[in-house]
């Protein structure tokens, strides 16, 4: 894939929830973000109002097509959609593809399924949105899709340090209902950074920290806590498997094992 040709993506519903909004504006936007990082192959306007976003689609084969990456000019509003941003990162993982926005140069393919995992655990978990905390994840996004991309065995090209397997078993009495809970609670936080491609305790729980994503005592998190959160989803996935081949209960969402993380 060259990382030379993009493919834009113009959204001109987004008036009034940015700071672009007609076309033109958009294309300016583009052709700003382009004339430092390569040319443009093709465009797509999205229809207005339509929930289907039938051009995007038709970008992501665009970009398919030519190796391109998709672009879009306002990301927006848009950056707090968990359900676009979960469709988007499935797209465009399946595509194998690369995503940047002219207005968000930290987002990337790389982070979609992560801001929608913490977009949607915000309320739940009490986190605060302060200029510092936002400040930081687009630092941790911008480093994180760097360093990701950096890393041959991100992209399928060869082979890295296997990832340290996921705890399989729990110390006698060590699970409560309540460290269940705020496992469960962390649970797709957790599986989007992995699936991302963070192999190591240390890199998740640094993931964790830069995101603005309390522990369980409102504090840091660090390697053993991450320990911790994995046996016990590892534990609760083993009680739930009985009742989810009877049809009575629905899987946890467990981390990925690593034979079974797909690196973007």
Known sequence: MSSDFFVSYLCPALVGQGTFGTVASQREAVSRHLGR???????????VGDPQRPRLQMALALCRRHGATLLMAELGALAEDPGFLRRLSRDLHARDLRFSAADRPEVSERTLGIMAAVAEAEDRLGVQRTPETMARRREFYARFTAERRATPAADGLGTATAPR???ESLERGETTSKSRERAEEVAPILSEIRAAGALTLEQVANALNALGIPSAR???????????IEKRLAAAARDVAP???????RPLAVPMQPSEMRLA
């Not at 409102?218 to 911790?228: A, D, E, F, K, L």
Request: hydrophobic share 35%; aromatic share 6%.
């Open 37 to 47: 990082h390569g040319r443009l192959v093709g465009e797509m306007i999205e229809s």
């Open 165 to 167: 397997p996921l705890a």
């Open 218 to 228: 409102g504090s840091r998190w660090y390697p053993m806590q991450v320990t911790r």
């Open 243 to 249: 009742r989810k081949a009877a049809g009575s209960e």
